[in-house]
């Protein structure tokens, strides 16, 4: 995930700390709206009792970006010092591969209702796939491949960079799509989903040594009740910015993790004692479904396992993580 230095001033914090109290009506009526997922939003009620299966694993891919830095014909992207994008011709042929062994995308409806133990329709073997942070090639060099597939995905977004598409400003205008250019893609292929807000996609602490992240890392200057309204209302607000730009199109019971650190996990950064005994359990009560990419923690306190691909593996590395991951459980329903 690339790393935006932002530097965030103390001042600003207490800003953003202050704030939460003028939202907190907003934040409990969106964390409602997160957690109230139905049966009726995920699938027509028809589908519901002609066509359910009893899947107890679901396979969750995340790409990043497409073509950057590497020729859209590389069978293996050779983009330098970027892990995070692969070729056309790769994706393509995972595609492919996924097709070919009668997998089939679900929405995020479909998901959350059956990571919430509702009777869902389900193909007989579902697949859901993701892409992270809003980037112009994650759509310009994908879109027309998942329809050609008869694919679907779920994006999640940046408040950030969205904001700053829009704005023109660097180092987002012609890399992060706009506001406008997200709307625009068609419904039928892409819905969104919360990825981050206004600082939490961003390296912010850079005077914090060894913990430069916005959700995971408390400031030694911060109080546990100040650490959490931070949190909690850059969370909040960059919530309701995707549902006021994103409308019904935003699936508001998952959030994908900046940088999978919910300070839960030992070798990720991590810093104060509130985030790790705090962050997981709020996150928990606000979205039903947490992606992270720790196969130890899926399942606890609504986290769930996703695959990173990364743009160095070969077809041959690609098919065999997903399934080994699928062999060793990583993505079932409980742990």
Request: aromatic share 10%.
């Amino acid at each position: 995930m690339r790393r935006i230095v932002i530097g965030l001033p103390l001042a600003v914090v207490a800003l953003i700390a202050a704030a939460v109290v003028l939202t907190s009506g907003l934040g409990r009526t969106h964390a409602r709206a997160a957690a109230a997922v139905t049966s009726a939003a995920a699938v027509p009620p028809a589908l519901v009792l002609a066509y359910v299966h009893d899947v107890t694993s679901i396979p969750v891919l995340a790409w990043h970006q497409v073509d950057e830095g590497c020729s859209p014909s590389a069978a293996v992207c050779d983009a330098k010092g970027n892990d995070e994008t692969v070729s056309r011709s790769q994706f393509v042929a995972e595609l492919s591969w996924l097709k070919g062994q009668g997998y089939q995308s679900v929405t995020a409806g479909q998901y959350a209702a059956w990571a919430a133990g509702l009777k869902v329709a389900l193909p007989a073997k579902p697949v859901l796939l993701t892409f992270d942070d809003g980037t112009v090639s994650s759509y310009t060099d994908t879109t027309a491949v998942l329809k050609d597939f008869g694919f679907n995905a779920v994006t999640f977004i940046v408040s950030q960079f969205a904001d700053g598409a829009a704005a023109g400003k660097r180092p987002y205008a012609g890399w992060d799509m706009t506001w406008a250019q997200l709307r625009a893609l068609p419904p039928d292929v892409w819905s969104f989903a919360f990825h981050a807000g206004s600082h939490g996609h961003s390296v912010t602490f850079p005077q914090n040594m060894g913990c430069t992240y916005y959700y995971p890392c408390q400031l030694p200057t911060e109080t546990d009740a100040a650490y959490q309204a931070r949190v909690s209302g850059e969370i909040t607000a960059g919530r309701l910015a995707l549902r006021r730009e994103l409308g019904s199109r935003l699936d508001t019971a998952m959030w994908a993790v900046p940088w999978n650190d919910i300070a839960q996990q030992a070798n990720l950064p991590v810093s104060g004692k509130d985030p790790a005994r705090w962050l997981a359990t709020w996150a928990a009560s606000q979205f039903q479904m947490i992606f992270i990419q720790d196969p130890a923690h899926n399942g606890y306190q609504h986290q769930r396992y996703r695959l990173e691909i990364h743009s160095t593996w070969t077809q041959g590395a690609f098919e065999a993580n997903v399934l080994n991951n699928i062999r060793d459980g990583f993505f079932r329903l409980a742990p």
